[in-house]
């Protein structure tokens, strides 16, 4: 079994089976819950590229064998969309649906401006992880849309850090930073989300797959196992191949652990 991907939406780990037979090109995906309260015990063996999903869902997995992980130079993609700032860069132009432009905050004072189709809002502030949320502009299409956020990314950072939201977690998010910044909008809607992860502290960081979850936000796991909690970046996990059992070497306690 390998890792090959994850879905922040659904909560899920995506593991691939392997092929059914040595004439199969593809091998099935299986989404495993990473819901609170779901326990997983596997251990983690070699790391190499997790190769590419397709189909329906993404229940097919073609693997690769290359050492690079997550992905070899052959199977890393990046989004076009993404990298735009208003001067669209596909061969024509085909985002001509409402968008959203929006601040996403995450705990304890970190701020970032994006943009994604209006339908989405909610659903993407989620895949972050978001604490809270706030709804600036809706417009016509991507392009005005990225170039709002460009123009706003003068000021406000475009991008935080997976490390940066794992550092956060546990600490108090500060209300009144986040008003401040809200005082120079007028603000459509705004959004606040709680991932019930109950956290009296920091994690410790690690990369597992042991243990009893105590919840996701956004592609952050948060395990607890042994006596301390741990928090796993889900990219860290894939391309891992997997093996039943637990985690087989010596973590480093959370300071709840010694009671």
């Not at 190499?48 to 693997?63: D, E, I, N, P, Q």
Request: hydrophobic share 35%; glycine share 10%.
């Amino acid at each position: 079994m390998q890792v090959v991907g994850y879905d922040t939406v659904s909560g899920t780990l995506l593991v691939s089976r392997g092929a059914a037979a040595e004439h199969d090109e593809s091998g099935t995906v299986e989404a495993v819950s990473l819901e609170p309260g779901a326990e997983l015990s596997w251990a983690l063996d070699e790391r190499h590229c997790a190769g590419t999903l397709y189909g329906s869902a993404s229940r097919s997995h073609v693997a690769c064998d290359e050492p690079d992980a997550p992905y070899c130079a052959s199977h890393r993609s990046t989004w076009v969309c993404a990298r735009c700032t208003g001067t669209c860069l596909k061969d024509e132009m085909d985002c001509y649906d409402d968008h959203a432009v929006y601040l996403a905050a995450f705990a304890p004072d970190a701020f970032k401006v994006g943009v994604t189709k209006a339908w989405r809002l909610e659903t993407r502030l989620r895949e972050q992880g978001a604490d809270r949320g706030a709804h600036l502009y809706t417009v016509s299409n991507g392009r005005i849309a990225r170039e709002l956020e460009a123009e706003l990314a003068t000021d406000l950072s475009d991008f935080v850090r997976v490390d940066t939201k794992l550092e956060g977690l546990g600490d108090r998010f500060d209300e009144g930073a986040w008003e401040s910044l809200l005082d120079g909008f007028d603000v459509l809607d705004t959004f606040t989300f709680d991932y019930g992860l109950d956290l009296a502290e920091r994690p410790v960081r690690e990369t597992i797959a042991t243990g009893t979850v105590r919840g996701t936000k956004g592609r952050i796991l948060v395990l607890d196992h042994a006596g301390s909690t741990y928090a796993v970046d889900l990219r860290d996990l894939v391309g891992y191949e997997l093996r039943a059992g637990t985690v087989d070497r010596d973590l480093q306690s959370s300071l709840g652990a010694f009671g």
